[in-house]
């Protein structure tokens, strides 16, 4: 049986991660120099910023993708997550509920995400969360 290579110690698994962020984003902003306007990219590197810990950068692609997709839900939903990560929390606070308004209805995920960590606590970011609580049915009425 041949002998194959070691998986990589524990400690080099960060470290791999973050080169593979690092070339990821260096893919898409060279396909968004060649094709700026696909969209799709534009959200992988809003996605792979975040990923790499470079809010910042995460939160310019989040307020340029509400730029060019103004009514979408999901967008105002992760910029919502950028503003929050970058302690900005009156402006994650009016994405969310922004996100809501324009048909963003999972409040599960709105719940554990911890991008929204430091907003969890806001009694608006609460409200947000009972507006998406489904209403509660009234039993079927028995038929003869």
Avoid: W
């Avoid at 509400?66 to 994405?95: F, I, K, Q, W």
């Amino acid at each position: 049986m041949e002998q194959g290579h070691p998986l990589p110690a524990p400690e080099l698994a960060p470290i791999l991660d973050a080169l593979g962020l690092e070339f990821l984003a260096g893919f898409l902003e060279v396909e968004l120099v060649r094709h700026p306007e696909n969209l799709g990219a534009l959200v992988e590197l809003g996605h792979v910023y975040t990923r790499a810990r470079l809010f910042e950068k995460g939160l310019a692609v989040d307020r340029e993708l509400v730029r060019r997709c103004p009514g979408d839900p999901t967008v105002h939903y992760n910029l919502a997550c950028s503003l929050a990560l970058t302690g900005e929390t009156e402006d994650a606070l009016m994405a969310i509920e922004r996100a809501i308004a324009l048909g963003y209805d999972d409040a599960e995920h709105l719940l554990g995400d911890e991008d929204l960590a430091s907003i969890r606590g806001e009694a608006r970011f609460q409200a947000c969360v009972r507006a998406l609580e489904p209403l509660e049915k009234p039993p079927p009425k028995e038929t003869s």
